[in-house]
């Protein structure tokens, strides 16, 4: 099990930039996948990036292909969500997750993720 707490989020300018962290208290964090999701207002929650347990596979949305960098040390037990040229339809509630089972080898939105940590909110005015 694999308990997650995202932070970093805040409220920033169109264009801005801003580094979403994910840390974690369990013992498996090393060896599953993980990813983050987004949810907007009134949306469902989305796969915005995943990394696998290696980092030699990711994914990213097409909406943020190119503009966010997914990255994780697995010493710190902390995955990370770089993200430039912020745009409003940013907005959301950022979640990170991991995969329920290890050694995904390459993640995609089909990836099975299971454990979810608590939130962060990332608003980008206009």
């Known amino acids: 099990q694999v308990e997650l707490v995202a932070s970093g989020g805040g409220l920033v300018q169109a264009g801005d930039s801003l580094t979403l962290s994910c840390t974690t208290s369990?013992?498996?964090?090393?060896?599953?996948?993980l990813g983050w999701f987004r949810q907007a207002p009134g949306k469902e929650r989305t796969i915005v990036s995943a990394?696998?347990?290696?980092?030699?596979?990711?994914y990213y949305d097409n909406s943020v292909e190119g503009r966010f960098t997914i990255s994780r040390d697995n010493s710190k037990s902390t995955l990370y969500l770089q993200m430039t040229s912020l745009k409003p339809e940013d907005t959301a509630v950022y979640y990170c997750?991991?995969?329920?089972?290890?050694?995904?080898?390459?993640?995609?939105?089909?990836?099975?993720?299971?454990?979810w940590g608590q939130g962060t909110q990332v608003t980008v005015s206009s």
């Open positions: 369990g013992r498996t964090f090393g060896s599953v996948a």
């Open positions: 990394i696998s347990w290696n980092s030699r596979s990711t």
């Open positions: 997750a991991a995969a329920r089972r290890p050694h995904t080898a390459v993640v995609s939105p089909n990836t099975d993720f299971g454990s």
